[in-house]
C-alpha cells in the first residue's frame, strides 16, 4: 500500500504543486488566495511521502513551505480584506 502511495502519489503531488504555482502567480485576488492553500496542501502531502521514505529534512523543508503558504494566505487574505473596506 505505501509503495502505490509512493509511486502514484508522487505525480499527485507534483500535479498539485504546478497548478499551486499557476494559481499563486494570477493577478486575480481570489484565484492567488487559492493558490495560497493549494500550495500548502500539497507541501503538507509531500511532507507525508518524505516521512514514508525516512528523509527527515525534506519533511521539515516542506512543514516550513506550508506554514509559509499558510502564512501567506492569511496576510494576503488580511490585505484584501482592508483593500475591499476602503473601496
Do not use: C
Not at 516550513?64 to 473601496?87: C, L, M, P, R
Amino acid at each position: 500500500m505505501i509503495e502505490g502511495f509512493l509511486q502514484y502519489g508522487q505525480w499527485v503531488i507534483l500535479l498539485l504543486s504546478i497548478l499551486s504555482l499557476a494559481l499563486v502567480s494570477s493577478v486575480k485576488h481570489e484565484t492567488r488566495l487559492n493558490g495560497y492553500i493549494l500550495t500548502g496542501i500539497s507541501r503538507f502531502a509531500g511532507a507525508l511521502v518524505f516521512i514514508f521514505v525516512d528523509l527527515p529534512a525534506f519533511v521539515i523543508a516542506n512543514l516550513i513551505q506550508t506554514y509559509i503558504a499558510f502564512k501567506g494566505y492569511y496576510n494576503n487574505k488580511k490585505s484584501g480584506d482592508n483593500k475591499n473596506e476602503t473601496v
